[in-house]
């Protein structure tokens, strides 16, 4: 597939298909921090928005303005950042979501210059009426501070052509995640990852082109031989930007077959109304999508969703992949993994950084998870 | 029928020939650089001093990291399933398991048909392996398999509370400029890595009988400090260090 070999390019070098992106079509860049950015504003604003992932590099500047207990995305960003790799933005806008990123706001407004800086700050218990007209007036003001910052008025012509095109690409990527949950072989969990990540890189309409071009050759295409009795994973966490482990998975014996991650369904889950005043609609998304455990719907809301995903998906057991010193995602783990066990669904659970471990190591839980399944 | 089992550790390779239910014979050599040539070696050698040819073998499990590297084998097997294995066979009332090795540590609980439930392992850091013990053996100048005896010595273990393995040596330096007594500091060492290893335990669920597998279950020192932060009994085998290759002639048996 020609598409997913040009897609996998650009995912393995972001920033030189941004820098030539920015070159040719003159649209400015801003990068963003998770999946609470409301980024269709972005694109309706006629930017590209950039998700930021962290960096491979060992991170040594950001290390003189956090403390070794922030996480490795949050350190790897503002590496990025104070290395001059990120010069190419043109803003960035931070959602109120962890404490860790809301830090990374102030430092990154202090010491990184020459991009606009938007806080967009979001409620954190999302299921009460106040919370609904209070993110109703962020957006507002979200979309007027950013439209001054670029120079343009987003007017809600904009916003229901932006939200008509993330609709769009959010409905292929459920259907791509149907399609590899029910043929898990049509597609590696490696390439699936890519495509994804690409998701949230590339120029979204033609992300969106390419996107209907490899799912419609994906419906056709016949399944390869099944992989023999593979033992069907669920992954639960924040971001997840490691290719590596789903081949790690796989020759495991196991296959990645749902997701509740930042960089995964969290991010597309949530179709917007387009019969809804468009800001009305965004803000439903953001109110209704799945929560991530920075914010508050009802009790136990991500346990019951990630039992729902589990069965969804027919999987055979869950893998937390918990970046280190994420507290959040920390503190919700025991009572995720106590409601998993009342229901018998096999857990297991990984701490990692930025850099993965060995893959000896890695290797070893997997088989053995596998094994025990 | 006969079976082999070969386990390729950090430190050991270690070889293990299983008949009728039986274990025939047992061997340990350092694994070296080469892990694929220490696997053939030890396989060998452990025919060798039961005058048996490879033919009379009628499978293979290999386990351990270097596993994979064990191309004669007909299986492999994590060492996590091996050790389960091998202490169900040795015992098969046991129901948690705690391998100390050369590079990592292991907690695995088991259900009552000996099959592993749950498991934790610890690859973060040197404090609680085999390795931090050889750290300290040299710079105590005292050969590592004396560790043990010398440590249950101690009435007052010296405390150590580096949790680094390099800065637990530093440490250990200037407990002995400090002059105190060698048993106190090797006591107060196999209690750090006591407190580390049942830390990870007791968050996995463990519960008893408990045997301890893996190289370090050879020194009578850590194995105490453990039950003591434990409050558990523990017991050892003394196929310990060669557990996982044994798990793996069974698995190969029932292959």
Redesign the interface.
């Known amino acids: 597939m020609k598409k997913l070999t040009e897609l996998k390019k650009v995912v393995s070098n972001p920033y030189a298909y941004v820098r030539k992106y920015k070159k040719q079509s003159g649209k400015k860049v801003v990068g963003y921090f998770c999946s609470y950015a409301p980024e269709e504003l972005i694109w309706a604003a006629g930017a590209l928005p950039l998700r930021m992932f962290g960096t491979s590099e060992n991170i040594h500047l950001a290390d003189t303005h956090l403390q070794s207990y922030c996480c490795s995305l949050v350190r790897g960003i503002l590496e990025e950042a104070l290395a001059n790799r990120l010069d190419f933005l043109d803003g960035v806008v931070f959602p109120h979501t962890c404490d860790s990123f809301q830090r990374l706001s102030d430092i990154w407004r202090l010491n990184i210059t020459g991009q606009f800086h938007i806080d967009v700050v979001l409620p954190v218990k999302l299921d009460t009426p106040s919370a609904k007209r209070y993110l109703y007036d962020v957006l507002e003001k979200f979309r007027k501070d950013l439209g001054d910052a670029l120079g343009v008025k987003i007017t809600d012509k904009m916003l229901a052509k932006s939200i008509k095109t993330y609709n769009k690409i959010r409905r292929l990527i459920a259907t791509l995640y149907e399609l590899r949950s029910k043929n898990p072989q049509i597609l590696s969990g490696a390439d699936f990852h890519a495509i994804i990540k690409a998701a949230m890189i590339m120029d979204r309409d033609y992300f969106l082109e390419a996107l209907s071009e490899i799912v419609g050759q994906l419906k056709k295409a016949k399944p390869a031989k099944a992989t023999g009795g593979a033992k069907r994973l669920v992954i639960s966490g924040s971001v997840c930007s490691h290719p590596d482990i789903y081949d790690i998975i796989e020759n495991s014996g196991g296959v990645v077959v749902g997701d509740d991650l930042c960089t995964g369904y969290r991010y597309f889950e949530g179709i917007m109304d387009e019969k809804k005043p468009p800001l009305k609609a965004i803000t439903k998304r953001y109110l209704d999508r799945i929560i991530c455990p920075a914010k508050h719907f009802q009790l136990k809301e991500r346990g019951e969703n990630l039992i729902r995903t589990v069965k969804k998906s027919k999987a055979d057991g869950v893998v937390f992949l918990l970046l280190k010193f994420c507290d959040p995602h920390a503190f919700d783990y025991p009572y995720i993994k106590e409601m998993l066990e009342a229901k018998k669904i096999p857990c297991l659970l990984l701490d990692m950084e930025a850099e993965l471990p060995p893959v000896g190591q890695l290797q070893t839980r997997f088989e053995t998870f596998v094994q025990i399944l | 029928m006969r079976t082999a089992g070969i386990d390729i550790g950090s430190i050991t390779a270690k070889a293990a020939i299983v008949e009728n239910g039986k274990i025939l014979n047992t061997k340990v050599i350092f694994t070296g650089y080469n892990a694929e040539a220490a696997g053939l070696k030890v396989y060998e050698e452990v025919l060798k001093e039961n005058s048996l040819s490879k033919s009379s073998v009628r499978k293979i499990v290999s386990t351990g ?1 270097g596993r994979n590297s064990v191309k004669f084998a007909d299986k492999s ?5 091996c050790h389960a294995a091998g202490a169900h066979h040795l015992n098969a009332h046991i129901r948690s398991i705690i391998d100390i090795g050369g590079q ?1 540590s292991k907690a695995i609980v088991l259900d009552d048909q000996g ?3 749950n ?1 934790v ?1 610890n ?2 850091c040197a404090a609680g392996t085999g390795r931090f013990l050889e750290v300290m053996a040299r710079a105590l100048e005292v050969n590592l398999d004396e560790f043990g005896a010398i440590s249950i010595k101690s009435k007052n273990p010296s405390k150590i509370s580096s949790l680094c393995t390099v800065f637990a040596e530093s440490e250990v330096i200037s407990l002995i400029a400090k002059g105190e007594k060698r048993q106190d500091i090797i006591a107060g060492i196999h209690e750090s890595i006591a407190a580390r290893v049942s830390s990870m335990s007791a968050r996995l669920g463990i519960t008893e009988p408990i045997m301890v597998t893996g190289g370090v279950a050879r020194n009578i020192g850590v194995v105490r400090a453990l039950e003591k932060k434990l409050g558990m009994k523990i017991e050892v085998s003394s196929y310990a260090q060669v557990t996982g290759a044994i798990g793996a002639a069974f698995l190969a048996a029932s292959l």
Do not use: A, L, W
Not at chain 2, 77 to 81: G, L, S, V
């Open positions: 990291y097997f994590t060492e996590i399933m990592d099959k592993v439930k498991f392992m690859d973060k």
